[in-house]
């Protein structure tokens, strides 16, 4: 079965292709990133009209790309919950009027579920049940994957998500936007003990997350070292932060594991791409005995072939949405 | 040439059908938040109750705005997947030239207004006529509609919705000019957005699908919406 997937849910606009949930024949993002850059975020009106105007573009590529029309496409899976709403907007506008002219079946998803299943798209051997921790810009979950398209949420964020953390650490450090990748690159040259900063509700029993006390505490001595006169280590900043926000990570994605009592652990989302943080979850797994699973780079950040994917399976459990499709800004994993 | 036309720039889902002369079909429905909830089965009930189908369309017509920038992105956007996905021509209209087409037999000279959502902003155009043609004279105006009225100086029709407060605000203004301002109050139609795309498409001026955006009048500068809106960080 050929799925055209379609996400619009932040600030990538994107489309892809994908045979059966597993082949990926296109996947095409037009990246906001000169908005962003210029903004210094996400700003919701002008992502989507960005959307608005790349939509149709993004879709045709995707399919040139793969060498298909829309005569072979034979579902159209699109991302419904969760996001931005007018981004949302865009791309279940554009679903919903490509499933009804071709008729075709639609399916709208939660972009969560599209991350999870980043993942297994990019690891067909993936086993379920498994635990998988989801962290990205704008969000941060640990969640009990029971079966495919069935969750439990163990833990969210109660502030600011990791990556929104990195953002606005790199912002604060002056190395631009997005600031995951900016930190991960300085940190290789900065002392990741430097600073000893706090790990916040490492020690908890809950597997919720919070990183807004973390990013005031790098802040503050930031400022304390700009008081004292003392020249300032970015890299080891840089490094001594990323540590402290990847020892939480791994701490809380283990503590879900031991509760499960599962051996499987799937982490994904625009951090997953952190070679920091896969290098500890690679290490700590394996003196455990616990097996961990990263989705392909080019399938951690926002994309449309994890969409299509995650539509697939729901497909094959026989789920349709009907073209009364509309979105859910808040729309919690579910399912 | 049959054509399909919606319209999604204000608080309904307008979905006409004309075969370029005249109306097959004209409905309206409401729509508040739930454009895009409705606008599909809205066009497919307006399509059957007409006993044709998307496939008898012979190119698609959608207003462009201004109006809500929700309902503008949903209506374009529909329009577009449509007729790409249907492989059919389709051609973008003003909104207010959709407005003003339903005033076309009552007044040479019309201004068509459209509220943008602020209290006393507004968006207009001036059309004249020139048989069933539609022709924009001047710019677009965005502002308060108490910087409108200056710009009225002869005889003209307003159309447009809530259409008799804008009236009265004008003559208030223009008071010592004592010319003649009527008032038409009108929603743009489905029906008006389908003769119009008609007669664009007949003349083989079809726009390009993919490229076709909506018209916001007004721009989404960084210093109004960094203002409007709390900046929010991704990845
Ligand atoms: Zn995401």
Redesign the pocket.
């Known amino acids: 079965m050929l799925i055209l997937g379609i996400e619009t849910?932040?600030d990538e606009t994107s489309a892809a292709l994908v045979a059966d949930g597993k082949t990926i024949l296109s996947s095409t993002i037009a990246t906001q990133l000169d908005l962003l850059k210029k903004y210094g975020g996400v700003v919701p009106e002008v992502a989507a009209r960005r959307h608005a105007e790349l939509i149709g573009y993004v879709i045709k590529e995707a399919l040139d790309t793969a060498g298909k029309t829309l005569d072979d496409v034979e579902a159209v899976a699109v991302t419904s919950r969760q996001g931005l709403i007018g981004c949302l907007m865009v791309g279940v506008a554009a679903a919903k009027s490509i499933s009804y002219a071709r008729q075709v079946p639609l399916i709208g998803l939660h972009?969560?579920e599209?991350?999870i299943f980043a993942n297994i798209l990019s690891n067909p051997d993936l086993p379920v049940p498994h635990i998988c921790l989801?962290v990205?810009g704008?969000?941060n979950m640990l969640v009990h994957v029971q079966n495919k398209c069935r969750y439990e949420l163990l833990g969210t964020t109660l502030d600011d998500a990791a990556g929104e953390a990195f953002d606005k650490i790199a912002k604060f450090l002056g190395l631009g936007f997005p600031g995951g990748p900016a930190i991960d690159k300085l940190s290789q040259q900065g002392n990741r003990k430097a600073f000893n900063f706090p790990r916040p509700m490492i020690k908890n029993k809950a597997l919720d997350f919070s990183f807004s006390g973390l990013k005031t505490a790098v802040i503050n001595m930031f400022k304390a070292q700009i008081a004292g006169g003392e020249p300032l280590p970015l890299a080891d900043i840089a490094a001594s932060f990323q540590e402290a926000i990847v020892d939480t990570l791994v701490a809380k994605t283990l503590r879900a594991v031991e509760e499960k009592d599962l051996k499987i652990v799937s982490v994904t989302?625009?951090v997953s791409a952190n070679s920091r943080l896969r290098q500890v979850f690679t290490e700590v797994c394996k003196k455990r005995g616990i097996k961990v699973f990263f989705p392909k780079l080019s399938l951690c950040?926002?994309n449309a072939a994890m969409i299509a994917a995650a539509g697939y399976a729901r497909m094959m459990l026989g789920e349709r949405s009907d073209l009364r499709l509309n979105v859910f800004p808040n729309a919690p994993l579910g399912g | 040439m049959i054509v399909l036309g919606i319209d999604t720039s204000g608080y309904i889902n307008a979905v006409g059908i004309c075969d370029g002369e005249r109306a097959l079909a004209d409905a309206s429905f409401p729509a508040r938040a739930d454009s895009l909830e409705q606008i599909v089965d809205n066009i497919d009930s307006t399509l059957k109750t007409a006993g044709l189908t998307l496939k008898d369309m012979e190119g698609i017509g959608v207003g462009l705005g201004p109006g809500s920038w929700t309902g503008i992105k949903v209506g374009v956007t529909v329009g577009k997947m449509l007729a790409f996905s249907a492989n059919k021509p389709v051609a973008g209209i003003p909104t207010l030239a959709a407005l003003a087409y339903s005033a076309r037999d009552k007044s040479p000279l019309v201004y068509a207004i459209i509220s943008a959502g602020i209290r006393d902003t507004v968006y207009a155009a001036r059309y004249r006529f020139n048989g069933n043609e539609v022709i924009q004279e001047g710019d677009y105006f965005t502002g308060g509609i108490k910087d409108l009225a200056p710009l009225i100086k002869e005889p003209v029709l307003l159309v447009g919705t809530g259409i008799d407060s804008y009236r009265q605000a004008i003559v208030g203004e223009n008071g010592s000019l004592k010319i003649k301002i009527r008032a038409l109050e009108a929603i743009p139609s489905g029906a008006a957005i389908a003769c119009l795309a008609a007669r664009r498409l007949e003349q083989r001026k079809s726009d390009n699908a993919l490229s076709l955006t909506p018209l916001y009048l007004k721009e989404s500068t960084a210093k109004a919406f960094v203002n409007k809106y709390a900046t929010k960080g991704k990845k």
């Open positions: 849910s932040c972009h969560i599209g991350h989801t990205s704008g969000h989302g625009g950040t926002d």
